[in-house]
C-alpha cells in the first residue's frame, strides 16, 4: 500500500508539474501578443481569445491543439480580440493616388538567399496586394522620397523615420533573434517600417525554412492599415502557414476585402495600378528609349532586374511582363557617374555585389547598390595572358561557386580572353577563343565582329546571351553542356523597337 501510494504521488506532482509549465508558456504567450495581465486576467478567459484568434473550440482550455499554436512560428504583432470572422483593418492608411515607393536595406541579408532573389521575393510580395487595391507600388535605390523601409535586424534593432530623412531611432519591439517563432513585424500606417529576424532560414521556391515571400506579403499587409485576421485562412492570420509556390499563390479573399475597405478596387482588375502621373512618365521613358539610335550597356543588377544605358548615359530599368518588355515606370531615369559610364566595356558580379569595370588596360571594382553612387577601386591584374586592353563588351562565363571566383569572357579585336575575378586579382588566359567558337550565328549570317554590350540573363538552362549591336538585339540560346555555347535563333537580329514593342 505504501509503495503504491509513494507511485501515485509521484506520478501526480510530474502532471502537475507539465501542466504548470504549460501554463507558464501559454501565460508568456499572452503577455506577447494580448497584453495579459497575470493578476487581474482570468486565464481560461485570456486562453478563449487564441482559441478565436486560431479557429479552435473556444472552451478557455489547455490542449495539444493550443499549444501547437503557441509554439508555431508566427508574426510579431499582437493579435486584435475582435470577435467578428474576417479581416481588422485599421483606423489609419496611406494617402490613395500615389506610387507607394520602398526601400529595402542591404544590411543583414540572409546568406541563404542572394541579393537579387531577396529584392525579387520582396517586389512580388509587395504586388499581390495591387491584385486586389488601388495601390501600386515601386521599388526605389535611394531613401529620399521613399515611404517604406524593409530591413532585416538582430534582437535590438534600428527603426527609420521616412518622413525626416530616414533618421534612425531605437525600435522599442525587439526581434526574439531565434530560428522560428516570431519571424518579423512591422508597423501600421504611416511608419512604413517592416523588420525580417535575420536568425531565420530564409528561403524561396522550396519547403526548407522560412518563406520570404509569405512572410512579406504579410508584414505588408500590417504596413498598409490590417490588422490579425481570425480567419485561419487569411494571409492576415497571426501564423505562418508554410511555403505556397508563386504559381500558386493567391491573395485570399478575406485579406482582398480589408485592402478594399482602405484604399478601393483595384481599377479595371489590373495587376499593377498606376497614377495618371507614373502612366505618363512611363510613356514618356518607352517613347525616350524607343527613339535611341545607341546603346552604351547592358546589365542585370543586383536587384534581378536588367537595365540599360544610353549612349547620352541614361540609365532605364526594363520590366518583363506577359512576355513583352517595358519601362519601368517606378523607376526615374538616372545617370552612372562619368568613372562607369566612360568604361569600355561593363561586366556584373553577382558575388561580389560590384561591377568589374573595363577601361583601357586598367580594370576596376565598383561597389554599392545605388547606381548613381558607386565607389570605384582598382583590381590587381596578377596575370595579363593575351589581354592586351582593348575590350570592347564582356559577360559571365560561369558564376561564381564555392570559391567566389567569376568566370567571364571578354570580347578584344574580335575574339574572346577568358579571364577570373576572385576578390580584387584578375587573371586572364594566355590562349584566346574565336567568337564563332561560342557564338553560333543563323545560317548565312556573317558573326559579330563588334559588340557593344553583352550580359547573361537567367540561371542554369534557363539561360540567355543578350548581345547589343548598334540599336540592334541578339539573343542566344545556351546549347553546350562542358563549355557553354549559344546559338542564335534566325529570326535575329531585332531592332530595339521590336524588343520593348515600341
Known amino acids: 500500500m505504501l509503495i503504491l501510494f509513494v507511485l501515485l504521488s509521484a506520478s501526480y506532482f510530474q502532471v502537475e508539474a507539465f501542466e504548470s509549465s ?5 501565460e508568456k504567450f499572452l503577455s506577447n501578443f494580448y497584453d495579459y495581465n497575470e493578476k487581474s486576467d482570468k486565464l481560461s478567459d485570456a486562453v478563449k481569445n487564441i482559441q478565436k484568434m486560431a479557429g479552435l473550440p473556444t472552451d478557455g482550455k489547455i490542449t495539444k491543439e ?10 510579431g504583432g499582437k493579435d486584435s480580440k475582435k470577435k467578428s470572422k474576417r479581416y481588422n483593418a485599421a483606423q489609419s492608411k496611406w494617402d490613395k493616388g500615389q506610387t507607394y515607393r520602398f526601400y529595402i536595406h542591404d544590411e543583414r541579408h540572409p546568406t541563404t538567399m542572394s541579393l537579387g532573389e531577396i529584392q525579387r521575393a520582396l517586389i512580388i510580395a509587395l504586388n499581390y496586394w495591387s491584385t486586389a487595391a488601388d495601390i501600386y507600388f515601386g521599388k526605389v535605390s535611394s531613401k529620399q522620397g521613399s515611404m517604406f523601409s524593409l530591413s532585416f535586424a538582430d534582437a535590438e534593432h534600428k527603426m527609420y523615420d521616412v518622413h525626416n530623412n530616414f533618421a534612425e531611432s531605437r525600435d522599442p519591439y525587439p526581434l526574439d533573434n531565434v530560428p522560428g517563432n516570431v519571424l518579423a513585424h512591422a508597423f501600421f500606417p504611416k511608419s512604413g517600417n517592416l523588420h525580417f529576424d535575420s536568425a531565420e532560414e530564409w528561403t524561396e521556391g522550396k519547403d526548407d525554412g522560412i518563406n520570404l515571400r509569405v512572410v512579406a506579403a504579410h508584414e505588408m499587409g500590417h504596413a498598409i492599415g490590417l490588422y490579425h485576421s481570425n480567419d485561419p485562412k487569411a494571409l492576415m492570420a497571426p501564423w505562418y502557414g508554410g511555403y505556397i509556390s508563386e504559381s500558386d499563390f493567391r491573395l ?27 502612366k505618363r512618365e512611363q510613356s514618356s521613358n518607352q517613347k525616350e528609349l524607343c527613339n535611341t539610335t545607341n546603346i552604351n550597356s547592358a546589365f542585370q543588377f ?18 518583363l511582363k506577359n512576355h ?25 558580379d553577382y558575388s561580389g555585389r560590384r561591377f568589374v569595370v573595363f577601361k583601357g588596360n586598367k580594370i576596376f571594382s565598383a561597389n554599392g547598390l545605388e547606381l548613381e553612387n558607386m565607389a570605384l577601386s582598382e583590381l ?16 559571365v562565363r560561369d558564376k561564381a561557386g564555392k570559391s567566389n571566383t567569376l568566370k567571364f569572357w571578354a570580347l578584344q579585336d574580335g575574339e574572346l580572353i577568358a579571364g577570373r575575378v576572385k576578390g580584387n586579382q584578375v587573371k586572364f588566359s594566355r590562349r584566346t577563343t574565336k567568337l564563332s567558337e561560342i557564338l553560333k550565328m543563323p545560317t548565312g549570317t556573317k558573326t559579330l565582329s563588334n559588340i557593344d554590350g553583352a550580359f547573361v540573363l537567367g540561371k542554369k538552362d534557363n539561360k540567355r546571351l543578350i548581345l547589343f549591336v548598334g540599336n540592334s538585339v541578339y539573343v542566344g540560346n545556351p546549347n553546350g553542356r562542358k563549355l557553354v555555347k549559344y546559338s542564335i535563333p534566325a529570326q535575329y537580329p531585332k531592332t530595339f523597337k521590336q524588343i520593348i514593342h515600341c
Do not use: M
Open 22 to 26: 504549460d501554463e507558464k508558456s501559454v
Open 66 to 75: 493550443l499549444l501547437a499554436h503557441v509554439e508555431k512560428s508566427r508574426c
Open 252 to 278: 485570399p479573399d478575406d485579406d482582398s476585402q480589408g485592402a478594399i475597405s482602405l484604399y478601393g478596387n483595384t481599377k479595371n482588375g489590373k495587376r499593377f495600378v498606376r497614377s495618371d502621373r507614373a
Open 302 to 319: 543586383a536587384d534581378g532586374h536588367v537595365y540599360v544605358v544610353t549612349g547620352n548615359n541614361k540609365v532605364f530599368r526594363i520590366l
Open 324 to 348: 513583352s518588355l517595358i519601362v519601368d515606370p517606378a523607376f526615374k531615369t538616372i545617370q552612372l557617374s562619368n568613372q562607369i559610364f566612360d568604361s569600355d566595356a561593363l561586366l556584373y
Open 380 to 395: 590587381n591584374i596578377t596575370r595579363f595572358g593575351a589581354f592586351q586592353g582593348r575590350v570592347n563588351a564582356a559577360f
